[in-house]
């Protein structure tokens, strides 16, 4: 049904790596010589998200500072996961919620040890459970946290996406890549469709993926082209809309492919994550809007010590079909 025509993957180490070179622009196909910055100027993946090794020396710097919108409104999106995760940014371990607010979650490192602290208005009982019978603890975390552009979000993931695209594909898709020039202009018409699972939250693996996969059958009634990118314990995808090969294509439908990667550990071997199945978002809009999550719960076995965090989506998504 598919087949894998690009994959790249950041992990912690000393080599930084490269894509692309400086001959053209592959996003607004300047061939200034003097318009692209330094080796480490654009990164490929986030630096927000801990990419501190993989960049694209075709991107030049006037788009490298227009895509820096579209990547801060995603890290806005994931922040809970960010925070819970311990994933460094340029500027450490982002903060959830503003320091006023009704919610905060903060993460701290002391000495090798994570440390996550919550604070939250309200009755304490409306936040904190036990079960008589088992005796684990279930506390529902809920996250006021920052308010995202949907469409600057799906533009991150475009962008990510465009940027690993082989080069005797990009001609397909002219529409997408000039739609990342204006940031309100969209790449499709009809809903833009992300499919979000995660692996578990807390604690987070510092690798980052990311994976094109293309269809095998020509005239086939599913995208051409689905971009997967992994950040930790985190999974998006997205149909990168062609501009010839995807006429056939419903609108209706979902992205809905159960990922499993295999995450290098920074002291050697592979972390196995099993992604969720997809939820549905449809990141169209221009307008500000909370991150897509009201509350994470944590279930808590005091005799174990085990915890777990699950994600409560702050509105029920439903897909298209």
């Known amino acids: 049904m598919y087949e894998e025509i690009a994959t790249e993957l950041v992990e912690l180490g000393p080599q930084k790596r490269f894509l692309g070179n400086r001959i053209c622009c592959r996003f607004c196909g300047t061939k200034d010589q003097s318009a692209f910055g330094g080796r480490t100027n654009a990164h490929t993946f986030p630096e927000a998200l801990g990419n501190k090794f993989l960049f694209s020396l075709d991107e030049c710097r006037s788009c490298n500072e227009r895509f820096a919108v579209y990547e801060d409104a995603l890290c806005k999106a994931t922040g809970p996961f960010l925070t819970l995760g311990g994933v460094r940014g340029k500027r450490g371990v982002r903060q959830t919620g503003r320091s006023n607010s009704g919610s905060v979650i903060q993460h701290r490192d002391d000495d090798g040890h994570r440390h996550i602290s919550v604070r939250s208005k309200g009755s ?10 088992t005796g684990v603890v279930r506390l529902q975390i809920p996250i006021e946290g920052d308010k995202f552009v949907p469409l600057y979000a799906y533009k991150a993931l475009t ?4 940027a690993l695209l082989p080069e005797d594909e990009l001609h397909r898709f002219r529409r ?5 020039q204006s940031r309100d202009m969209k790449p499709a018409i009809g809903p833009l469709q992300v499919g979000f699972s995660y692996g578990y939250v807390g604690n987070a693996p510092p690798t980052l993926a990311g994976s094109l996969i293309r269809r095998r059958e020509e005239y086939a009634s599913i995208p051409y082209v689905i971009a997967i990118f992994v950040a930790g314990s985190v999974c998006f995808q997205i149909w990168l809309r062609s501009d010839d090969k995807d006429n056939q294509v419903p609108e ?7 990922w499993t990667s295999q995450l290098p550990k920074p002291e050697g071997g592979y972390h196995p994550i099993k992604y969720s199945e997809p939820l549905q978002f449809n990141w169209s809009s221009v307008d500000h809007q909370f991150q ?8 808590f076995n005091p005799i174990t010590t085990e915890g777990v965090f699950t994600p409560i989506p702050r509105e029920v998504k439903t897909s298209y079909g």
């Open 176 to 180: 997408t890549i000039e739609s990342l």
């Open 159 to 162: 962008k990510i996406a465009i």
């Open 252 to 258: 209706s439908g979902k992205l809905g492919i159960r």
């Open 292 to 299: 897509p999550f009201e509350a994470f719960e944590l279930r």
């Open 124 to 133: 304490l009982e409306n936040v904190v459970g036990i079960d008589s019978r």
